[in-house]
């Protein structure tokens, strides 16, 4: 069992080619930590976040429909008022509120969505103990690897793409 | 300013950064080193008392209306709008302004919204939360605000669905939790940045629970753009429908000058227009108070003016449609309130609206203003005076020339009317100083990107 390499680099360009060259040599790269979302790095580490539109869709209509519905009901079967003669079921008045309310559902599922696609909130984590770590969200770009097998050819093939610092994680 | 001066001539090294070079270390230290070494002076200390009289100010008039009752500002039975409408339209337009315009930004992948984009969407929380206090204060019977929540009661009673302030009731509500959501967002990788460089236990527990656990990994971020943009493209109609429903709360009425259906839509330029001049004077006093002149260049304040230009025309061209209309309809009424806006009580207000909405952005069309600060400043604080003076003006320019000739009067504005106009301007001011204390400003992952898209980072 051996256990990922954590590099430290200085500039995005460097990370993305150690990243390229690792995964042809066939290392498994399990993730990067940077200080911005890298375009290059997208499609890297595994498919897209599955949950968080969906979620929100359904959110979304859900409450436009429960709150249309309690339009309805309140105002045609449990409370109808005549207003200046105007219909009890006034659809075109009645669609702005679920509207608001639809999107804030939305929002709100999204959210929660983000989170669990996220693993959040998790306060504290192993890699917070790795050095250097805190520099991933300012100014250094890390990037997390499997090797394949032993972990000596993967730690020379990152230090010669211009790892600072390459460190192994403690599971 | 100082250090912007020879980059004016065409000699900035990057569009958007104005700075030969700026690393991501540079960018982070720049932005969150006030907050957390302790980059105040005290100009800060200073404001911030000089704003509590302000604060105090809003708290009591707020206090008095609500216990006395409504007829302490200028109300009567003619002009039974006030200044709590018109100062809720111009805070919900500025309120609407921050979201509309990071969102849109983000959607049309406008690169320099980086800079703006974090304190134009606390501008939005600070106006619409202020805003919302305003029905309330006219609603006459405040205790029984509650009242527009649907929620099973012992009086078997619903809200009215057809009533604008229902409408109203929803909209503020759904955007404020909305954008604090939008606005949060975009704060979390900055809040993990925030947590690595404290230097205290307790910045490092506080700014570390705000966080929740970020670590920056390529999932994180993926999953967070993936909602980010989703919250981008839902912003942009729910900014519209919010302040579309601001509208309606006049168009849905019977009055004359009013009743029109270029409401909505007039009424969302309006708060684009007002509320970015709001964005751009924001910009100019933080990115001299927090020295961010690397980061805030004139290009986007060039780009800025640009919008409000464009925004300006768009409102010279909304009241010209609405004198047109009345004309056109040959509704007496119609005719006779725009006959009044021009020549009745409140004419001097209406001309100074006109000038200041409509005749003076148009010195916008000059590069050399549109990259001078104090130009923009004056033009900015213009622009807002204008848009307020709209807003008190749709109000009582119908209302003290409705149908009924035998009810026309004028308003009589109070003292307690200038301390619910003034005092939330302190509490605004004071809110955003404390935010400025203590979170950053300027959303720095954004500003770290932006300066390698630049090439300003290597």
Redesign the interface.
């Known amino acids: 069992m051996t256990t990922p390499l954590l590099a430290e680099f200085e500039s995005p360009e460097a990370l993305i080619r150690a990243w390229a060259r690792a995964r042809d040599e066939g290392h498994r790269a399990v993730d990067a930590f940077t200080p911005f979302p890298l375009e290059e790095l997208a499609e890297a580490f595994g498919p897209p976040p599955r949950l968080i539109r969906p979620a929100m869709a359904a959110a979304g209509f859900g409450a436009a429909a429960l709150l249309y519905a309690l339009q309805w009901w309140s105002s045609v079967h449990d409370y109808p008022l005549n207003a200046g003669g105007r219909p009890l079921h006034s659809w075109p008045v009645f669609l702005l509120v679920p509207f608001e309310v639809g999107v804030l559902a939305a929002a709100v599922a999204g959210f929660a969505a983000l989170l669990h696609s996220c693993g959040l909130p998790r306060l504290h984590h192993p890699l917070f103990v790795m050095p250097q770590f805190e520099r991933a969200s300012q100014d250094r770009f890390l990037l997390l690897v499997a090797p394949k097998g032993d972990p000596a050819p993967l730690r020379a093939l990152l230090e010669a793409a211009g790892a600072r610092l390459v460190a192994e994680t403690h599971p | 300013m100082s250090g912007g001066q020879p980059h004016e001539r065409g000699g900035q090294p990057h569009r958007l950064i104005d700075a030969p070079h700026l690393?991501?270390?540079a960018i982070?230290a720049a932005i969150a080193d006030p907050v957390q070494r302790g980059g105040f002076g005290r100009i800060w200390a200073i404001t911030l008392l000089c704003m509590l009289p302000l604060v105090l100010l809003t708290i009591g008039a707020i206090g008095a209306v609500l216990t006395v009752g409504i007829g302490l500002s200028g109300v009567n039975t003619t002009v039974v709008w006030g200044f709590s409408i018109a100062n809720y339209v111009w805070w919900i337009g500025i309120g609407n302004a921050g979201t509309l315009i990071s969102s849109m930004l983000l959607l049309t992948r406008q690169r320099w919204r980086a800079s703006i984009n974090r304190f134009a969407e606390a501008m939005t929380l600070f106006a619409a939360a202020i805003a919302g206090l305003f029905p309330i204060i006219h609603l006459g019977r405040p205790l029984y605000a509650y009242w527009l929540a649907?929620y099973p009661n012992t009086m078997?009673?619903?809200p009215?669905?057809?009533s604008a302030l229902?409408?109203d009731f929803?909209?503020i509500?759904?955007?404020l939790?909305?954008s604090i959501?939008?606005w949060f967002?975009g704060l979390l990788?900055d809040l993990?940045?925030m947590?690595?460089?404290a230097t205290t236990r307790r910045g490092q527990v506080i700014y570390?629970?705000l966080a929740?656990?970020?670590?920056?990994?390529?999932?994180?971020?993926?999953?967070?753009?993936?909602?980010h943009l989703?919250?981008a493209a839902?912003a942009v109609?729910?900014v519209c429908?919010?302040h579309s429903?601001v509208g309606?709360d006049f168009a849905a009425s019977l009055m004359p000058g009013w009743q029109e259906s270029i409401f909505p839509p007039y009424f969302v330029v309006g708060a684009m227009f007002s509320g970015f001049a709001m964005v751009v004077l924001l910009a100019i006093v933080i990115r001299w108070g927090l020295k961010l002149q690397a980061m805030i260049t004139p290009a986007h304040f060039d780009a800025m003016a640009k919008v409000l230009l464009f925004a300006s025309i768009v409102m010279a061209f909304s009241y010209a449609t609405e004198w047109f209309t009345a004309w056109i309809g040959g509704e007496h009424a119609d005719r006779s309130v725009i006959g009044y806006a021009f020549s009745g009580d409140y004419a001097p207000l209406y001309g100074a609206l006109l000038v200041c909405n409509c005749l003076c952005p148009q010195a916008l069309w000059f590069a050399r203003v549109r990259r001078s600060l104090p130009c923009l400043a004056i033009l900015c604080v213009l622009i807002n005076v204008g848009m307020w003076l709209e807003r008190i003006l749709i109000v009582w320019n119908t209302l003290s020339h409705g149908h009924a000739i035998s009810l026309w009067r004028t308003y009589q504005t109070s003292l307690y009317d200038l301390a619910i106009l003034f005092g939330p301007l302190g509490l605004f001011v004071a809110l955003f100083l404390v935010l400025v204390r203590l979170l950053p400003i300027v959303s720095?992952?954004?500003v770290?990107?932006l300066a390698?898209d630049e090439g300003a980072?290597?």
């Open positions: 690393g991501y270390g982070t649907p078997a009673l619903w009215q669905w057809r229902v409408w929803w909209a509500l759904s955007y939790l909305f959501l939008f967002t990788p993990a940045t947590r690595d460089r570390g629970a929740l656990g970020w670590r920056n990994s390529a999932r994180h971020w993926r999953a967070y753009e993936t909602y989703t919250m839902l109609p729910l429908s919010v429903i309606l720095m992952h954004e770290r990107q390698r980072a290597r």
